[in-house]
């Protein structure tokens, strides 16, 4: 890691907690139940979604495209079927009245 990636890194996850922040404020806004497990999955998928994309970006700069594709694909695809599922359980419950 050098100098310029750790402020990087620290401001893309600030981005993450307040987007996390306004999904929350949306959600209950529309009048949509969230569920403890809700919130785990999406943290879970953020966090497979950060480390492909820095693992990615790591490989793209040691030269090994490939290496970089196939992490992507690997990772980057479960992170996005895991928001995928959350997204799913969120929207199938009854929203309250």
């Known amino acids: 890691m050098t100098v ?16 996390l922040i306004a999904l929350g404020m949306f959600l209950s806004k529309k009048g949509k139940v969230t569920k403890w497990y809700d919130w785990v999955i999406i943290g879970i998928a953020l966090l497979m979604g950060f480390f492909a994309i820095q693992n990615y970006f790591g490989s793209l700069s040691e030269f090994e ?32 009245a």
């Open 4 to 19: 310029y990636q750790g402020p990087f890194w620290f401001l893309m996850a600030a981005v993450a907690v307040g987007l």
């Open 65 to 96: 495209e490939e290496a970089a594709s196939l992490f992507l694909v690997v990772v980057g695809i479960p992170a996005l079927l895991l928001l995928g599922v959350a997204a799913a359980l969120i929207m199938r419950r009854k929203a309250t």
